[in-house]
Structures are given as structure tokens and as C-alpha cells.
T-cell receptor, first 118, second 115 residues
Framework: AQKITQTQPGMFVQEKEAVTLDCTYD???????LFWYKQPSSGEMIFLIY??????QNATEGRYSLNFQKARKSANLVISASQLGDSAMYFC???????????????FGKGTLLTVNP | DTGVSQDPRHKITKRGQNVTFRCDPI?????LYWYRQTLGQGPEFLTY????????KSRLLSDRFSAERPKGSFSTLEIQRTEQGDSAMYLC?????????????FGNGTRLTVT
């Protein structure tokens, strides 16, 4: 069974600074994908970024980048130039990609609450 | 892009009553998921449909819970004889089949409070 661990219940960052949110995962399957989602206080889950286990380069999407260290089984989210609107819960999630192509559900961590201070 | 729509947004019910939630996925998505999220936790998988077929049910889904997706379009989640422990946010999501990099697109959820 796969497991996602987010060890930081809360993080604070000053506006315009960068912040790293930690995520470690556990799976014995060689093929998997890692996702990050943002959940503002309004409740909707917003997809941010994806990293495949076989991707050679770290994923980037605008101010979001993923620091993927496969040997350490970590997939940390880096947010550059933090904005007040980045204040939210952030969830790391994993999907195992079975060889039969039966890939579907995501398994989520418990999340990290990020607060951006002005 | 109309996104995933869930109805109602909030539901308050008394213990023992039945409740039903509806989810309308993104129209071209053939995969539909139900998750439950309690305060301070990440979403927990409940069940999954590919088209109209329910392919997996979590052990979290007791026999008081039933989900349907007739005709592979919208889905309903029914909870019978609600208990206070059922109080949570129920999230619906949809995705495209195919590559494992297809993200889940979530609705805004239905917040259930059982009194």
C-alpha cells in the first residue's frame, strides 16, 4: 500500500520569499505519479503540479516547482515569490501506475497549512 | 469549462436520516471518484467509477453508503441511517482515463453535518 507523509502541519513565509513544503512517499511500485494540490479556505481542491517517477527533470509550473529526489522518496513543493493568495492547505498525493494500466485513485497526505505574512 | 459540480453545498441532518448527494463531472471525463475529508485531514478515497461501472469501494464505505453512476454521467452518493461520525466534507472528482498523469478535478464538496 502506498503512503504519503507531510511532516509540517504548518509553515509561515514572508511575502515575496520562497518556501518549501515537504512530502515523502512510500511505495514498492516502480511506476507512479506525484501530485500537489492547493485547498484555500473556500474548500476547493486546485491541482498545481505533477511529477512522474520516470521523468528526468523536475516539474515546474509558473511559481511552483517540484524538488523530486527519487532515491530519498521525496517530492517537495517549492513556491517562489510567495503571495498573500498562496495562504492555503497544500496536499501531496500519489498515484501508482500499474502495468495493466489500471491507474486511477490518488492517495493524499494530511497536508501543510501555509500562511503568507505581509 | 463548467468544472465539477456538487449539490448541495451544505447539508444538515439528524442522526438516523438518509441523505443523498449529487455530482456532475466534467462532461468528457469518464472517471469519477468520491472522497471524504474530515477536519485537518487529507481527502480519503471512498469509491471510483469508470463510466457506469463501480470498480472499487474503500473499506471506509460501510454498507450504509451506496454510490451510483447511471449512464456514466452524474453520480449520487447516498448515506442511510446517518451517524455523527459521518459528518465530513464529501468531495467528488473526475478525470480522463489514460495516462497516469491525468489530475483529478474536484468539485467544491458537500459539507455534511449530522446532529
Amino acid at each position: 500500500a502506498q503512503k504519503i507523509t507531510q511532516t509540517q502541519p504548518g509553515m509561515f513565509v514572508q511575502e515575496k520569499e520562497a518556501v518549501t513544503l515537504d512530502c515523502t512517499y512510500d511505495t514498492s511500485d516502480p511506476s507512479y505519479g506525484l501530485f500537489w494540490y492547493k485547498q484555500p479556505s473556500s474548500g476547493e481542491m486546485i491541482f498545481l503540479i505533477y511529477q512522474g517517477s520516470y521523468d528526468q527533470q523536475n516539474a515546474t509550473e509558473g511559481r511552483y516547482s517540484l524538488n523530486f529526489q527519487k532515491a530519498r522518496k521525496s517530492a517537495n513543493l517549492v513556491i517562489s515569490a510567495s503571495q498573500l493568495g498562496d495562504s492555503a492547505m497544500y496536499f501531496c498525493a500519489m498515484r501508482v501506475l500499474y502495468s495493466g494500466g489500471s491507474n486511477y485513485k490518488l492517495t493524499f497526505g494530511k497536508g501543510t497549512l501555509l500562511t503568507v505574512n505581509p | 469549462d463548467t468544472g465539477v459540480s456538487q449539490d448541495p453545498r451544505h447539508k444538515i441532518t439528524k442522526r438516523g436520516q438518509n441523505v443523498t448527494f449529487r455530482c456532475d463531472p466534467i462532461s468528457e471525463h469518464n472517471r469519477l471518484y468520491w472522497y471524504r475529508q474530515t477536519l485537518g485531514q487529507g481527502p480519503e478515497f471512498l469509491t471510483y467509477f469508470q463510466n457506469e461501472a463501480q470498480l472499487e469501494k474503500s473499506r471506509l464505505l460501510s454498507d450504509r453508503f451506496s454510490a451510483e453512476r447511471p449512464k456514466g454521467s452524474f453520480s449520487t452518493l447516498e448515506i442511510q441511517r446517518t451517524e455523527q461520525g459521518d459528518s465530513a466534507m464529501y468531495l467528488c472528482a473526475s478525470s480522463l482515463a489514460g495516462d497516469g498523469n491525468s489530475p483529478l478535478h474536484f468539485g467544491n464538496g458537500t459539507r455534511l453535518t449530522v446532529t
